[in-house]
């Protein structure tokens, strides 16, 4: 019974009261109209936040600009379209692609030796037996 009084009082789920025999709502006949109304007020509300925010970004960058300007900064974009023009400069008249640059320490035989004469003095001698062979 605590349940029929609040669905009478309106606290219970919306579908009770056309359980309970109530009377269903009516359709209001100009609510396609002030959906319409209601959506193109979004739409403009909407237009207007990019416009603010437009605005705002243009006054950062010419902040921006000034900047860069004043210390002689260059722009994220330009600098790396930069790098990699200079990147791509030396591939341009070459066939393969450039070659990767070796660490150091790796590659040169003559370092290689050395590494290995100064592990064989710490080894014991048998084992500089094994590898010597």
Avoid at 31 to 44: D, G, M, N, S
Avoid at 70 to 91: D, N, S, V
Avoid at 122 to 132: A, I, N, R, T, V
Wanted: aromatic share 4%.
């Amino acid at each position: 019974m605590n349940f029929v009084m609040k669905a009478a009082l309106g606290g219970g789920p919306p579908d009770v009261g056309k359980m309970l025999g109530g009377e269903e709502k009516e359709e209001d006949p100009d609510a396609a109209k002030k959906e319409e109304e209601r959506q193109e007020a979004l739409r403009q509300q909407e237009e207007e936040r990019k416009a603010k925010y437009a605005k705002m970004e243009a006054e950062r960058e010419q902040m921006r600009q000034g900047i860069r300007d004043k210390y002689g900064l260059k722009k994220r974009e330009e600098a790396e379209a930069e790098a990699a023009a200079a990147a791509e400069e030396p591939a341009a008249g070459s066939l393969t692609r450039p070659k990767k640059a070796v660490p150091t320490g790796c590659g040169d035989e003559e370092e290689e030796e050395s590494i290995m004469d100064t592990v064989m003095k710490y080894l014991p001698g048998p084992l500089q037996d094994m590898l010597k062979k």
